[in-house]
């Protein structure tokens, strides 16, 4: 089993920056890919970011070139660095852990709402 916190969601005027963090314990050994999704109120949750044990990674193409995600693998934490932050970035923001060939574990979510 694997546990997964976020952290670091808040409220932020446009054009701001937020970190998310994520860690997670448990059987962390057993991971491989880890990822950032989001899902605003009356939408579908929609892929942020997703990133392998090895560090590539991949983004949804709205968020490229203003988010980053990144993996402490030494502190089994995940981040995603979001600058340039647009009012439709609003969401929930969950952090997922793949054990198999599918995102299997997921966090509560942290909230990151950008005014305009």
């Known amino acids: 089993q694997v546990q997964l916190v976020e952290s670091g969601g808040g409220l932020v005027q446009a054009g701001g920056s937020l970190r998310l963090s994520c860690t997670a314990t448990?059987?962390?050994?057993?991971?491989?890919?880890m990822g950032w999704f989001r899902q605003a109120p009356g939408k579908e949750r929609e892929l942020v970011a997703h990133?392998?044990?090895?560090?590539?990674?991949e983004y949804a193409d709205s968020m490229k070139g203003r988010f980053t995600i990144s993996r402490d693998n030494a502190k089994n934490t995940l981040y995603l660095q979001m600058n340039s932050l647009k009012p439709e970035d609003t969401a929930m923001y969950y952090c997922?852990?793949?054990?198999?060939?599918?995102?299997?574990?997921w966090g509560q979510g942290t909230q990151v709402t950008v005014s305009s």
């Open positions: 997922a852990a793949s054990t198999a060939h599918t995102y299997n574990y």
């Open positions: 448990g059987s962390v050994f057993e991971i491989n890919a």
């Open positions: 990133i392998s044990t090895s560090g590539m990674t």
